[in-house]
Structure formats: C-alpha cells, structure tokens
Nanobody
C-alpha cells in the first residue's frame, strides 16, 4: 500500500494551501484516513482524521479548528486537506495516514508546508 501526498509548499501567513493524498490500491470506504504533522524539534501530532467515507466522524486538533477542512471521496481512498488562514506555527511536514487495523496502518512520505513572509 502506498499513500501519495501532494500540495505542500511555501505560503505567506493568512494564505491557503490544499493537500491531497491518494492510497494505492484503494483501501475501501471504511478505512480511517487523515493527516498528522511534525514540526522541527517536535513530536508528530494529529491534525485531522475521518473515521470512514461518507458518514464518518471527522475530528480536528483544536489548533486548526475553523481553519482546516478535511474531505474525502466516498468511492476512493482519497482525502484532501484545505488549509486556510495559515499561520507560521502551521509550518511542518504533513503526513497522510490510513488505518484499517493495528497491523494495517500506513503513512505517506510527507509533504512540507512552510508558512512564512
């Protein structure tokens, strides 16, 4: 299984970016998917997760609520992260994550997001 993430880059404070992640092969609509991030010198932290496609619950870290939006395609293992009102503290490597069980947990390669003027 591979998770291919894209969409990172350099943006000014207050700007927006959209990340995408696609799992290959398709893992199914009941797969939990989401995003974590790791800033330099810090531990990896949860950003947002979706328990399943369609009607699954979506959770957000308090630090991104109201600014970030997770969406996913119901028929494919594809998720998006729309990030608005970006702040310098959002600077990190963002990792796509997919979970089906303790033995079926997958991570993408990471995409760098830098928020700086």
């Amino acid at each position: 299984v591979q998770l291919q993430a894209s969409g990172g880059g350099l943006v000014q404070p207050g700007g927006s970016l959209r990340l995408s992640c696609a799992a290959s092969p398709n893992l199914g609509a009941d797969t939990h998917m989401g995003w974590y991030r790791q800033a330099p010198g810090k531990q990896r932290e949860l950003v947002t997760t979706s328990s399943s496609a369609g009607y699954g619950a979506i959770t957000y870290a308090d630090s991104v609520k109201g600014r970030f939006t997770l969406s996913r395609e119901n028929t494919r293992s594809v998720i998006y992260l729309q990030m608005n009102s970006l702040k310098p503290e959002d600077t990190a490597v963002y990792y796509c994550w997919a979970w089906r069980s303790e033995t079926q947990t997958y991570w993408g390669q990471g995409t760098q997001v830098t928020v700086s003027s």
